[in-house]
T-cell receptor, first 111, second 112 residues
Framework: DVKVTQSSRYLVKRTGEKVFLECVQD?????MFWYRQDPGLGLRLIYF???????EKGDIPEGYSVSREKKERFSLILESASTNQTSMYLC??????????FGEGSWLTVV | QKEVEQDPGPLSVPEGAIVSLNCTYS??????FMWYRQYSRKGPELLMY????GNKEDGRFTAQVDKSSKYISLFIRDSQPSDSATYLC????????????FGKGTRLHILP
């Protein structure tokens, strides 16, 4: 079974803290994505990457950055967390057959 | 016009009823059409996907795509309380950088 692992499931951080959300996939997929999901707004694309060291802005990149140093790991970074970044963050990958695999989500609360 | 439109609901129906969930999309280049079910505090799980216009059945679920109208539907027959969840449509544009667009999700309540 393909696994997309988000190691941090539930986090509480203070305003201004630097936050790292890690996503690791074990099937050598090129395309990886970070979304956030908020009630009434659905899933919104933050950043995506289609290769190592490649990154593309999604629809709402402000306040976020990403890192893809290795193919299996795509990290989402909040340089200075703010309360409006309280959300559920979802990592997903797409294989060559266009099947989408989701991580289980990371619930971040910024206080 | 938004790329994918989906009524957020909530939609409440009695147990045993047929449920119809719908999305419309604007870009005719979209190629894959998916439906996901998401329970509270869980990630989405894939229910069905289809590539072409027409119907695809899997048990009590039927996915329907009408590319000419840019309209996709998910039908649930003999609905059960366990079907209560949020249902998201998703559309995939095959490209060098695959673009996935999600609907906002429809909250469904099946009343016992």
């Amino acid at each position: 079974d393909v696994k997309v692992t988000q190691s941090s499931r539930y986090l509480v951080k203070r305003t201004g803290e630097k936050v790292f959300l890690e996503c690791v996939q074990d099937m050598d997929h090129e395309n990886m994505f970070w979304y956030r999901q908020d009630p009434g707004l659905g899933l919104r694309l933050i950043y995506f990457s289609y290769d190592v060291k490649m990154k593309e802005k999604g629809d709402i990149p402000e306040g976020y950055s990403v890192s893809r140093e290795k193919k299996e790991r795509f990290s989402l970074i909040l340089e200075s967390a703010s309360t409006n970044q309280t959300s559920m963050y979802l990592c997903l990958t797409v294989d060559s057959g266009n099947t989408i695999y989701f991580g289980e989500g990371s619930w971040l609360t910024v206080v | 016009q938004k790329e994918v439109e989906q009524d957020p609901g909530p939609l409440s129906v009695p147990e045993g009823a047929i449920v119809s969930l719908n999305c419309t999309y604007s870009n005719s280049a979209f190629q894959y059409f998916m439906w996901y079910r998401q329970y509270s505090r869980k990630g989405p799980e894939l229910l069905m996907y289809t590539y072409s216009s027409g119907n695809k059945e899997d048990g009590r679920f039927t996915a329907q795509v009408d590319k000419s109208s840019k309209y996709i539907s998910l039908f649930i027959r003999d609905s059960q309380p366990s079907d209560s969840a949020t249902y998201l449509c998703a559309i995939l544009l095959i490209h060098r950088d695959d673009k996935i667009i999600f609907g906002k999700g429809t909250r469904l309540h099946i009343l016992p």
